[in-house]
């Protein structure tokens, strides 16, 4: 019986890993090749997700699974069918990883771990000590929950985060997650953006050298950006869109005004491979040294 490995979520068949994972399973030794794409449409219903996880489970062939766009969805609809949750994925309800391990399914967070490795790829050492910048996290979903908790925690944390959603319900979520994490309040601030000025506002109030990042899913799943057109970045400021592929709307936006405003940009295809590589050295129980991740990238350029 020949073994593969699922991906979880939209629109599957776009991502580039279908072409990069049969060199990466070359590389990594791994006992097979197959990926599957299970696409599943956005505010899919909760017998879909619990379908999803129990095939999972059952198929004796089928190894794991990296989830994207679902992974909130997928832990409310289904945590209760997995044996083991690791501690932030109980924490935050969501779940970036499926595996197995002697009969017995487990879910993981990758996501911190994920946001930290491309992080510190670009973000120069002291950053925010020497510039006072601040972070503006568009989007409070699971990446930005991901990646504010990374940064509360970093030794160079800037002096304040703000964090951004057009919806109060994922804005409470995120500072229930801060709260029950004990993560400082005094560090974050919660933004309603209901209307464009919103987010314009927030951009304008930041400062030199903040970091800005496009954790909203704009551009990737859906069409669109967080930013306006026609706000300003903040000077110097560092921007990371979080997506590689898709519509790209925030990226395009940040490149625009790149030499004006002295950006630093950054897309999202590091995050990309660190993303991937995690969840396949857990699904596969395999170890990711420096040169090996290095080996993953360079397989990976061709394919971007």
């Given at each position: ?51 999803l996880?129990?095939?999972i ?29 690791d ?29 930290g ?9 002291g ?46 979520h995120l ?11 005094s ?45 300003d ?6 921007v ?20 004006r ?44």
């Amino acid at each position: 019986m020949s073994s593969y490995m699922g991906f979880v979520g939209v629109t599957t068949s776009g991502s580039s890993i279908m072409k990069i994972f049969p060199e990466w399973a070359r590389i990594l030794h791994l006992p097979t090749d197959r990926l599957t794409g299970h696409d599943l449409p956005l505010g899919a219903g909760r017998d879909q997700y619990r379908e999803l996880v129990t095939r999972i489970r059952d198929d004796a062939s089928h190894r794991g699974a990296l989830v994207t766009t679902h992974k909130m969805d997928l832990y409310q609809a289904a945590h209760d069918l997995f044996d083991e949750i690791d501690e932030f994925g109980t924490l935050c309800g969501e779940i970036s990883s499926i595996s197995k391990r002697d009969g017995r399914l487990i879910g993981h967070a990758k996501d911190p771990i994920t946001a930290g490795l491309a992080l510190e790829e670009f973000l120069p050492p002291g950053h925010f000590k020497e510039t006072g910048a601040h972070v503006i996290c568009l989007g409070a979903g699971g990446a930005g929950t991901a990646l504010t908790w990374y940064l509360a925690g970093h030794a160079d944390a800037p002096e304040k985060i703000i964090c951004t959603d057009t919806s109060p319900v994922r804005l409470q979520h995120l500072a229930d997650v801060h709260a029950r994490g004990q993560l400082p309040a005094s560090l974050f601030e919660y933004r309603l953006v209901e209307r464009p000025e919103d987010t314009a506002r927030v951009l304008a109030e930041a400062p030199a050298g903040s970091l800005v990042v496009n954790a909203s899913g704009l551009g990737k799943d859906r069409p669109g950006s967080p930013v306006p057109d026609g706000v300003d970045f903040p000077r110097e400021a560092i921007v990371w869109e979080f997506n590689y592929r898709g519509s790209l709307e925030f990226l395009a936006q940040a490149r625009a005004q790149e030499e004006r405003r002295q950006l630093t940009v950054v897309d999202g295809w590091r995050y990309f491979i660190h993303g991937w590589s995690q969840v396949i050295a857990e699904v596969f129980d395999v170890e990711l040294t420096g040169e090996v991740l290095d080996r993953l990238a360079d397989a990976a350029a061709g394919a971007r």
